[in-house]
């Protein structure tokens, strides 16, 4: 089974506006509806649309939970989530107006996770994640939680043998390395923090990203934005340069290459199969307006333009 | 009795971000918070800081209405709503940020009103609304109600005596004057749309306004922003000059003057008192941070510097 444990939830309100939102004026409301907002839900959204089994948990606020709950099994998402009560799940506002020069993002920092509803995370993750199941945490922590307890909870979906893919940041990622996790997606500034070094050149990420395979880690990939990723396994190290297509909305762009990854993981494609079909189908995201769109569909016209090659050169 | 009458409900959802809030950025919530919207519950607010009796009465929406309900009777309001099942009451987003420019305000229309809703409210205020009351109608239509509907609804409020006083605009408001209400309270643009001709002088202001002073309407007030306001009553127009103060924040102020004003009608203070007391209402709330802020004491202090120049000159 796949696992997605997503540890500080949220809920997207989508808010267009007609014109250009303004100061001291009335702002009119054109739609406005919920979406999913969170990294690891996003997740496990990509992998049931592909149709791959997988569960949704981690932490939600018991207050608008079923909201929540709604908005994922009408995506077709299975969900077992521990709710802390009295508490909501953070909203995220995402405003967009006619501008078309890109959303403003409101975010909370969510509810603060209490001693116990850690605990029985911590708990489920140990009874239910075992050999050959993948565990993806992505996102941030909620207040409360901090790096120790983070990697308590690393350590119980990894004790009987769960793969760790974290899409994680700064501190969090720095202490979840030493547990080898299975793989690791940073960007470009989120690597070079994790390494603690200014890197120039494809060659430069390469050496650093080979250190890291040769400490354990199966998969170290680090995304580039619109310029593709870098993605090492093994004893190898590769270029991979996204097909071309008209941007519309970058946002929400990496959790389909995660969904599209760990859907390859767990259909065992080989390493170039998995590479073109994670960043053709994140490619054909970023030609939707829509943070949760792609196709899949349009990720197999896209595969063959995906260009991947060795480095160093 | 005193009854405010808010057809389209808010709630105002108020988010002070960190920073300047900005495009393709994380946004941080600093404080958040609820509180009233709609001009005529505002009224209310105003009536029972002045420890006079109200009723605030009109529709909301059933999902959210709590919400709304536990704001009021926090500031002391009692509510008598007619709630509409199966919709939300509209929220108002408010966000104001680090640049001390303004705030960003967000509306929703709020829910269709439909007939046997409309029905209960007439009802209720053709049943409640005595000779000796007053009805404030104050705010915009919502989606739903036509200006027949909105007028059977004055009619109801009036029919037993009931006086009337309006703080509306547009469509409404030209409709609503045949029925010579007691007072309206239009600004410039307003009142240049209802008579319908562009006025250039308080003198060219005060013939329009002795015109509806003839037809029937006891109290035309013209309000000007921070210039202060018309005042038309009986034979006469007086131009109402405002205490100077520092202002911080004009939202809401409007609403101030409007409960000042019936607060001065419900104690039956002569004219020129009226005039001071809820100009100088008014300009202490201009002096605050919060929409729904005000200082009666702060209001004493200020009455003095109100300059009250009859008309014409």
Do not use: A, F, H, L
């Given at each position: 089974m796949i696992y997605t444990v997503t540890l500080n939830t949220a809920i997207d309100r989508v808010i267009y506006i007609d014109g250009i939102l303004s100061r001291?004026?009335?702002?009119?409301?054109k739609r406005t509806f919920y979406d999913i907002g969170g990294k690891a839900t996003h997740v496990s959204v990509v992998l049931s649309r592909l149709r791959i089994p997988n569960i949704a948990t981690g932490f939600v606020g018991e207050k608008n939970k079923e909201k929540l709950m709604q908005l994922l099994e009408e995506k077709g998402v299975a969900c077992d989530f521990i709710a802390q009560a009295g508490c909501p799940t953070r909203e995220t506002l995402v405003i967009l107006d006619d501008a078309g020069e890109g959303s403003f993002m409101i975010t909370e920092k969510g509810f603060s996770v209490h001693g116990d509803t850690l605990e029985k995370l911590r708990r489920k993750l140990s009874e239910k994640v075992t050999e050959g199941d993948f565990a993806v945490f992505a996102g941030s922590l909620p207040p409360g939680l901090d790096g120790d307890q983070y990697r308590e909870l690393l350590q119980a979906a990894a004790e009987k043998g769960g793969k760790l893919i974290l899409d994680t940041t700064g501190a969090q990622l720095r202490s979840a390395i030493r547990l080898k996790p299975y793989a690791i997606k940073p960007n470009e500034d989120e690597f070079q923090e994790l390494v603690g070094k200014r890197l120039n050149t494809p060659d430069e990420y390469a050496s650093e990203i080979k250190k890291l395979l040769q400490a354990g880690i199966e998969y170290v990939i680090v995304t580039l934005g619109k310029k593709g990723s870098l993605v090492g396994h093994g004893d190898e190290v590769y270029r991979v340069l996204p097909p071309k297509v008209k941007e519309?909305?970058?946002?929400?762009c990496g959790d389909v290459f995660v969904g599209g990854f760990v859907a390859g993981l767990h259909q065992r494609f080989p390493l170039e199969k998995m590479i073109r079909f994670a960043t053709a189908l994140s490619a054909s995201k970023a030609?939707?307006?829509?943070?949760s769109a792609f196709s899949p569909e349009r990720a197999e016209q896209l595969e063959g333009e995906v260009v991947i090659r060795r480095l160093p050169a």
């Open positions: 001291k004026k009335n702002n009119k409301v519309v909305n970058d946002t929400g030609e939707q307006p829509e943070s």
